[in-house]
Nanobody, 115 residues
């Protein structure tokens, strides 16, 4: 069993930055594929970024070059550094930990990009 708790969301102006954190409880954290997803108002949840156990990363085209995902297995944590934020990045951001047959989700953290 893994429990995930996101933090770091908030209100930021366009062009600003935020760093999201996701802390996990439980064991075997290092073997999980970790991901960040988001759900904007009126839209389906979409992938933002993933990072594997070997730290291979993948990004949605809409955030590539602006967002950076990283993990620290010693702290059971995954991070999302978001730079050059745009109003269209406004969403609830969720972290996910997955391995074959199992997926765990956090409760989400709101990110609002507005002037």
């Amino acid at each position: 069993q893994v429990q995930l708790v996101e933090s770091g969301g908030g209100l930021v102006q366009p062009g600003g930055s935020l760093r999201l954190s996701c802390a996990a409880s439980g064991t075997l954290f290092s073997i999980y594929v970790l991901g960040w997803y988001r759900r904007a108002p009126g839209k389906q949840r979409e992938l933002v970024a993933t990072i594997t156990s070997s730290s291979s990363v993948n990004y949605a085209a809409s955030v590539k070059g602006r967002f950076t995902v990283s993990r620290d297995n010693t702290k059971n944590s995954v991070y999302l550094q978001m730079n050059s934020l745009k109003p269209e990045d406004t969403a609830v951001y969720y972290c996910k930990a997955g391995r074959p047959g199992l997926n765990y989700w956090g409760q989400g953290t709101q990110v609002t990009v507005s002037s």
